[in-house]
């Protein structure tokens, strides 16, 4: 079955040209020139959301929230260079990805090609055996099978993204693992110099997540070094 992919750009030249290098990738794309079409056109078949920032009517960043509000849909952020604070507010909003105007298209699938390979197995898992693999630290608990976090019986909003980091982290519970690691893992792509999208995905985590009930905090950043989940022991 084709995935389906929601495009999202004002610049019309620019989208007929990405939809049909899309196409001929065997991705099914439809197209919409404004957040308010977009929102319009989401819907539960759309696999991933392909979203610019600078658009008429409603902007990205409106469009994120809004979408937040009401779907789960994976979304890679398209931004012009250079717009550090949209990157950054994008990945707090939770999006999952995003890549800087003019890109490479190769690595667009590519990027595109690994959301939504973990998409697709999170969701295989769950008509398998949503019971099938759960993780514990404290009284948080990981289950692959739904991609769900719940913590003392209640479950986190978590996006796709920041429950696969915090699969990842609670692995190597008390070990430290790279940013190069966790983005390779958790995003499918090569840590860049000033690429900050797993900084990003680590705050949402801390911002997101209840206080420990052994009081420990539930991530350590070593500078230079990676990240490692906090072991209670």
């Not at 994976?74 to 950054?88: K, N, Q, Y």
């Not at 973990?118 to 630290?137: G, K, M, P, Y």
Request: net charge neutral; charged share 25%.
């Amino acid at each position: 079955m084709m995935n389906k992919i929601l495009l999202v750009d004002n610049n019309r030249e620019f989208t007929l040209l990405l939809k049909e290098l899309l196409e001929i990738e065997g991705f099914n794309i439809t197209v919409a020139y404004d957040g308010e079409q977009a929102l319009s056109l989401l819907e539960s078949s759309i696999n991933l959301l392909l979203l610019d920032i600078m658009m008429p009517n409603k902007n990205g960043i409106d469009t994120l929230k809004e979408r937040c509000q009401h779907h789960h849909t994976p979304v890679i952020m398209l931004t012009a260079i250079g717009s550090e604070l949209d990157r950054l507010l994008g990945l707090e909003l939770g999006t999952d990805d995003y890549l800087p105007k003019p890109f490479n298209g190769r690595e667009l699938v590519a990027r595109i090609r690994a959301i939504l390979r973990r998409s697709n197995w999170n969701e295989q898992q769950q008509h398998v055996d949503t019971t099938a693999t759960t993780l514990d630290v404290d009284v948080l608990q990981l289950n692959t099978g739904r991609q769900e976090a719940n913590f003392d019986g209640k479950v986190l909003d978590l996006t796709g993204t920041e429950f696969t980091l915090l699969y990842l982290l609670a692995q190597h519970l008390g070990q430290v693992v790279s940013r190069a690691l966790l983005s390779q893992e958790v995003l499918g792509k090569r840590l860049t110099p000033f690429d900050r999208a797993i900084d990003m995905h680590i705050s949402n985590l801390r911002r997101k997540l209840p206080n420990r009930k052994d009081g420990h905090p539930w991530f350590k950043t070593l500078r230079g070094r990676g990240y490692l989940m906090v072991s209670s022991t």
